[in-house]
Protein backbone atom coordinates (compact mmCIF):
# COMPACT_ATOMS: atom_id res chain seq x y z
CA UNK A 1 0.00 0.00 0.00
CA UNK A 2 1.71 3.23 -0.86
CA UNK A 3 1.32 6.88 1.39
CA UNK A 4 -1.52 8.94 -0.03
CA UNK A 5 -1.11 12.27 -0.70
CA UNK A 6 -3.73 14.77 0.76
CA UNK A 7 -3.23 18.72 -1.33
CA UNK A 8 -1.98 21.34 1.22
CA UNK A 9 -1.65 24.17 -1.23
CA UNK A 10 -0.29 25.99 -4.42
CA UNK A 11 2.21 28.23 -4.75
CA UNK A 12 1.78 31.52 -7.08
CA UNK A 13 3.87 30.15 -10.10
CA UNK A 14 2.40 26.68 -10.38
CA UNK A 15 3.86 24.77 -7.59
CA UNK A 16 1.83 22.23 -6.02
CA UNK A 17 2.78 20.65 -2.52
CA UNK A 18 0.74 17.70 -0.67
CA UNK A 19 1.40 15.90 2.26
CA UNK A 20 2.14 11.83 2.60
CA UNK A 21 0.28 10.24 5.24
CA UNK A 22 3.75 9.79 6.60
CA UNK A 23 3.92 13.35 7.47
CA UNK A 24 6.52 14.36 4.49
CA UNK A 25 5.86 16.74 2.04
CA UNK A 26 5.56 16.03 -1.85
CA UNK A 27 6.73 18.77 -4.00
CA UNK A 28 5.92 19.26 -7.90
CA UNK A 29 5.06 22.24 -10.22
CA UNK A 30 2.50 21.53 -12.73
CA UNK A 31 4.47 22.57 -15.90
CA UNK A 32 6.68 19.33 -15.27
CA UNK A 33 4.70 16.66 -12.80
CA UNK A 34 6.59 13.88 -13.03
CA UNK A 35 9.43 16.21 -11.62
CA UNK A 36 9.09 15.70 -7.95
CA UNK A 37 10.50 16.31 -4.56
CA UNK A 38 10.22 14.94 -0.94
CA UNK A 39 11.09 16.93 1.76
CA UNK A 40 10.72 16.89 5.97
CA UNK A 41 9.14 19.78 6.37
CA UNK A 42 6.50 22.29 5.18
CA UNK A 43 9.29 25.34 5.08
CA UNK A 44 11.71 23.23 2.98
CA UNK A 45 8.25 22.58 0.62
CA UNK A 46 8.07 26.48 0.44
CA UNK A 47 11.69 26.66 -0.48
CA UNK A 48 11.91 23.63 -2.90
CA UNK A 49 9.01 26.08 -4.81
CA UNK A 50 10.96 28.52 -4.92
CA UNK A 51 14.10 26.46 -5.95
CA UNK A 52 12.24 25.30 -8.83
CA UNK A 53 11.04 28.66 -10.39
CA UNK A 54 14.85 29.45 -9.89
CA UNK A 55 15.57 26.70 -11.65
CA UNK A 56 13.32 27.56 -14.16
CA UNK A 57 14.07 31.25 -14.60
CA UNK A 58 17.62 30.62 -14.98
CA UNK A 59 17.28 28.12 -17.97
CA UNK A 60 15.25 30.88 -19.67
CA UNK A 61 17.87 32.92 -18.82
CA UNK A 62 20.50 30.88 -20.43
CA UNK A 63 18.31 30.59 -23.44
CA UNK A 64 17.47 34.17 -23.89
CA UNK A 65 21.72 34.21 -23.80
CA UNK A 66 22.04 31.81 -26.05
CA UNK A 67 19.46 33.54 -28.32
CA UNK A 68 21.45 36.61 -27.81
Do not use: D, K
Not at 6 to 15: A, F, I, K, M, R
Not at 23 to 39: A, K, T
Not at 47 to 54: H, K, R
Request: glycine share 14%; charged share 20%; proline share 1%.
Amino acid sequence: MGNELSYVGETGNGCLIYRETTGRYVVSHEQQPHRRRRVATLASAYATCQGFEMGRLNSGLVAAQAAG
